[in-house]
């Protein structure tokens, strides 16, 4: 069976998409699937052939949608969509979001199935396999990342606001695809307390070292969330602010703000307040630990493959969103 991937990846848009598509597509190709992943470099991309196409990008719209829907009528259309953008002209909605289920999704024709939530978070494996980490009576080291590209260039403002606030040690990750300019910057501030490393292969082993963590609002509050690594976020994208107010509302992480107004004295009011008690942080720990699934990747794949499935042998109607909850 083949599979079809179609996602974006840039400075400006970030890392998050192909990222989690990626893992997707691996959970797809444990399962017998060859899969196939394009983007827009790639366009006009032919699906015919493909039984599965799975689409995660800003830059359709929904005539693109319907319209491949139309030249592909065997295929299985899945789009995963953070915010409900589209009027889904689709077979299957995947939505990992914590806050997956307090939005409206339009549809056209007949209603998708919907797998929504952090029992479908796409999740590498090196955090599938990680422990929690031990919430200790003192706060002394924070995890810093903002993606793997950083797209506003924020990592040096977090750090210059955070370095030297109490004395902690600053984890710094700076991503593969983050701008050399930010880069010589935070490396320039790397000292005793303010370790910085650049793209590292196990960014678990970083993170499963810190108390706490200081990160944006995107795929990543996935992975600080399956290690239960208490939060605050920056958000740095309009699609991220939804995702903060929610984790912000049901005690799973803190939030200080937006990048576009940072305020440098309301993100050390956010860090202090979880680094002096240890007890808010067990509670945000526990809360994360209970909101995603580790497995969700292999969740979403054989939920997936299970429509397919049930699709061609004609079974499809009788079944619902709770029938795929692997």
């Known amino acids: 069976m083949k599979a079809a991937v179609r996602t974006d990846i840039s400075t400006t848009i970030g890392t998050g998409h192909l990222a989690r598509m990626s893992v997707l597509a691996s959970a797809l190709r444990n399962r017998g699937c060859e899969v196939h992943i394009f983007t827009g470099a790639d366009e006009p991309i032919d699906y015919g052939g493909y039984a599965i196409v799975v689409l995660d990008s800003y830059e359709l719209s929904d005539s693109y949608i319907s319209s491949l829907r139309r030249r592909n009528p065997g295929s299985l259309l899945v789009c995963y969509d953070d915010n409900a953008y589209y009027e889904y002209d689709c077979d299957v909605v995947l939505n990992a979001n914590f806050h997956a289920s307090e939005l409206e999704f339009r549809t056209r024709g007949k209603p998708p199935v919907l797998l929504l939530g952090g029992h479908y978070a796409l999740l590498r494996d090196e955090f599938r396999d990680a422990s929690p980490i031990a919430i200790k009576p003192e706060a002394r080291r924070i995890f810093?990342?903002?993606?793997?590209?950083?797209?506003?260039?924020?990592?040096?403002?977090?750090?210059?606001?955070?370095?030297?606030?109490?004395?902690?040690?600053?984890?710094?990750?700076?991503?593969?695809?983050?701008?050399?300019?930010?880069?010589?910057?935070?490396?320039?501030?790397?000292?005793?307390?303010?370790?910085?490393?650049?793209?590292?292969?196990?960014?678990?082993?970083?993170?499963?070292?810190?108390?706490?963590?200081?990160?944006?609002?995107?795929?990543?509050?996935?992975?600080?969330?399956?290690?239960?690594?208490?939060?605050?976020?920056?958000?740095?994208?309009?699609?991220?602010?939804?995702?903060?107010s929610y984790l912000e509302r049901k005690g799973l992480m803190r939030?200080?703000?937006?990048?576009?107004?940072?305020?440098?004295?309301?993100?050390?009011?956010?860090?202090?307040?979880?680094?002096?008690?240890?007890?808010?942080?067990?509670?945000?720990?526990?809360?994360?630990?209970?909101?995603?699934?580790?497995?969700?990747?292999?969740?979403?794949?054989?939920?997936?493959?299970?429509?397919?499935?049930?699709?061609?042998?004609?079974?499809?109607?009788?079944?619902?969103?709770?029938?795929?909850?692997?």
């Open 255 to 326: 939030n200080a703000g937006d990048w576009s107004g940072f305020d440098p004295e309301r993100l050390k009011a956010e860090v202090s307040a979880l680094m002096g008690d240890a007890n808010l942080r067990k509670e945000a720990s526990s809360r994360l630990l209970s909101a995603v699934d580790k497995n969700g990747a292999v969740n979403a794949a054989s939920a997936i493959l299970k429509i397919y499935e049930d699709r061609h042998q004609g079974t499809e109607e009788s079944l619902c969103a709770a029938d795929y909850k692997i």
């Open 144 to 244: 810093v990342c903002f993606g793997g590209s950083d797209a506003r260039g924020f990592t040096p403002k977090a750090v210059e606001a955070l370095r030297g606030f109490g004395g902690v040690a600053l984890e710094v990750v700076l991503g593969a695809y983050t701008d050399e300019r930010v880069d010589e910057e935070v490396l320039g501030m790397g000292s005793e307390l303010v370790r910085v490393t650049k793209a590292p292969e196990r960014i678990s082993d970083i993170m499963s070292k810190c108390d706490m963590a200081v990160a944006a609002g995107g795929v990543m509050v996935y992975e600080l969330a399956a290690l239960g690594l208490p939060t605050v976020t920056v958000t740095q994208a309009e699609n991220q602010r939804l995702s903060a």
